[in-house]
């Protein structure tokens, strides 16, 4: 009654009035909140804000677009603030942990859990359950704790030395493919390269499947696994775009996409089912088999259908990204490197002797090559930050960290403190030529504790196999006018993604 007698002018004010009151209000409700952060932090050492209410968002922007990744930035900190700072990102503060001391504390003593941030993302992305509760981004302790029991025996060395063959004629693919190219004149990227190697390797060995990615220019699971680690990225760097109504064509993209993967893996998980329904021999030696065998073919309530999907997003995508990311990385010094390159090429001679086929007993004395490959990681540390969650307040190394903060160890400022490292911008393997040489907590590419990365002997292997295969067959050209920059996208990549001319030796 009382609205049919309104005017619409009248109507359309009041509107106006009520929406423009909720966003004061909801804008003092901020500033309050940001004003209650920025205090409580207030006693950190750490940079200047910029701004109060975007705290350090401006200059870590400008690094980013002159250039920087994160770590650069943090180093730069580093330098003038010490080895436990905080920084902040609009109302969220991040404490940044360089001292060893700190690092060996949270890390490994207290073991602190994952927060929210960066891990939800990667659970659910934009509604689609994507690596749900797998090992990455399960945050309850317990429930992790039991679901890597079941998975780490098949990451141990001697698990994965039943599948060598299968890492051997992986890499052979490669060459096959390689020799095609090998004319000294075609432009081939190496990222791209090792990153179809790396799918290729997990799908074969892991779950003995074969996504055909080595040959298909197009294929869908390389597409898919793209776009749905460049929404991660998306979503962590511009966390309003989730709302943005322009980006919905995008975000339903990523929700196929992520849909696509699990599909993938649940093919390949019912494909095994009905085999053994069928009675027909399937097998138990790979990851897959024997998951599926240690939880009584998905009887087990804690390792059903929907979990094996999560391990199967989550193998793929922890593994095949980092270990193809830092191949890339390794060739490239390598190739910078031509004394560290003929270093590695001559151990390969004396210790694959000129075999076709990399054995398991080859890798132990592959010395010198794990040495470059440490080196690489220092370098370039693929997963660049480790997050952490600090539920209580806590002083380390004398400063005190309010509970309820963010902790993040930036992996690429800690491989470059001259603390710890010396002369740490030259890349010099030599430095590993001694274990007791490295001062303790200061070098984890791995992480260190009981949520380290359970692929770092997959990863060794399947670096180890592909170099000694690769280097005695190809000389590799630097194409000139890329820059050996990198770029952080949530892993590093090289920018322009490690592109040679190829020849036969
Ligand atoms: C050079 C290659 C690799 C690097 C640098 C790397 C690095 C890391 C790091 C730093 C973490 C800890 C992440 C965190 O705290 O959030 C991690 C965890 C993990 N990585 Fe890797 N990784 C590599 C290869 C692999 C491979 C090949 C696989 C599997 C085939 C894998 C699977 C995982 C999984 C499942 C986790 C979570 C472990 C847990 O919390 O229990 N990674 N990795």
Redesign the pocket.
Known sequence: MFLARCSPGYLLGSICVVILSFLTFTGLLYLLYITYIRLKYAHMPGPKYGSFLFGNLTEVRRGTADGKVFGMIVLEWSQKHGKVISCAILHLNIIIILDPVAIKHLLVTKNSP?GAVPYDTLSVMHGERFFGH???SERRNKK?AER?SLMNPTFRRRFLKLSMDQFNSSVDLLITKLRKKADGKSIVSMSEEFLRLGIDI?AKV?FGTDLNVMFEVENPFVDASKLAFSAVLRSMRYPLDNYNPCSRKFRQEVRAAVRFLRQTGRDVVEKRLAARLNGEEVREDDMLGYWLKASDYLKNPEFQMEDVLDEFV??FL??YE??AN?AAAMLMELVRNQDILNRVRSEIQHVVCGRTEVKFEDLANLTYMSQVFKET?RVY???PS??RHLKKEETVVGVRIPGNSYISVDLYSLGRQDEYFEDPHTFNPDRFSNAESIVPYTYM???LGP??????N??QI?TKVLFAKLLPLFDFTWVPGQSYDIVDMGTLHLKDGCQNYITLR
């Open positions: 994952k797998g090992l990455v992790w890597r997990i892991a989550t193998i922890a593994g980092t270990t830092a990681l540390p693929i997963a480790l997050t590419p791995f992480s949520r380290n990365c359970i692929g770092q997959f990863a399947e």
